[in-house]
């Protein structure tokens, strides 16, 4: 129970991050941290005390395995986060290239 509260910990850790720093490059670290967090609660959730994989072979009967589920989840979250994260990371850099700073207060002249 205390590794589930341990998570919400962290995710709160990326969410301060987001919410609290004016630079960009933190924030993009703050939303890395929560995703790592969900990643984290994804595969506590399908974890099983002394549970196998579930690969079955004709010879072998597994009767404690693992939830595949939220381990496949986990894996496509990892994929779709890191780029996600490459394209944060673009936009960065174009904004430095464009005003010189990294500070989100210094930015006011963002037109949408």
Do not use: W
């Amino acid at each position: 129970m205390i590794t589930y509260f341990l998570c919400l910990v962290l995710f709160a850790i990326g969410l301060f991050c987001v919410v609290r720093k004016r630079n960009i490059i933190k924030i993009i670290i703050g939303i890395g941290i929560m995703e790592y967090a969900i990643n984290l609660f994804f595969v506590l959730v399908g974890y099983r005390t002394h549970g196998r994989s579930p690969i079955f072979a004709r010879d072998q009967m597994v009767t404690n395995m693992v939830d595949p589920l939220p381990q496949s989840v986990a894996l496509t979250a990892i994929v779709i986060s890191l780029s996600v994260t490459l394209m944060l990371v673009a936009v960065a850099i174009r904004i430095y290239e464009r005003y010189g700073t990294f500070d989100i207060t210094k930015i006011n002249r963002l037109k949408g």
